[in-house]
Nanobody, 123 residues
């Protein structure tokens, strides 16, 4: 069993930055695909970034968000720059128990989820 704990969410003005962190339990972190989903009120969860053998980003965040990982610290990060009010959502860290060439977009293909952290961007 893997536990994921997110941190770094909060309230920020439009144009600002936040960095989310996700610490994973377990000794095989380097073998996991890691990702971040978000869910805004009334909307479905969407994959915004994932990192495995390659990285993938939603079109809405390309050029603004960067996903990275530190295998020595069992931690994944999401650096969010140039934040917009439409980025307001609950952000979830996810893990898939395999490295893949193309990180999947479907939430059902991820094995573990964090509890979520709120990001609110004011205009």
């Amino acid at each position: 069993q893997v536990q994921l704990v997110e941190s770094g969410g909060g309230l920020v003005q439009a144009g600002g930055s936040l960095r989310l962190s996700c610490v994973a339990s377990g000794r095989t972190f380097r073998d996991y695909t890691m990702g971040w989903f978000r869910q805004a009120p009334g909307k479905e969860r969407e994959l915004i970034a994932a990192i495995s053998w390659t990285t993938a980003y939603a079109d809405s965040v390309k050029g603004r968000f960067t996903i990275s990982r530190d295998n020595a610290k069992n931690t994944a990060y999401l650096q969010m720059n140039s934040l917009k009010p439409e980025d307001t959502a609950v952000y979830y860290c996810v893990a898939k128990s395999a490295m893949v060439l193309a990180p999947p977009k479907s939430p059902t293909l991820y094995d573990y989820w964090g509890q979520g952290t709120q990001v609110t961007v004011s205009s």
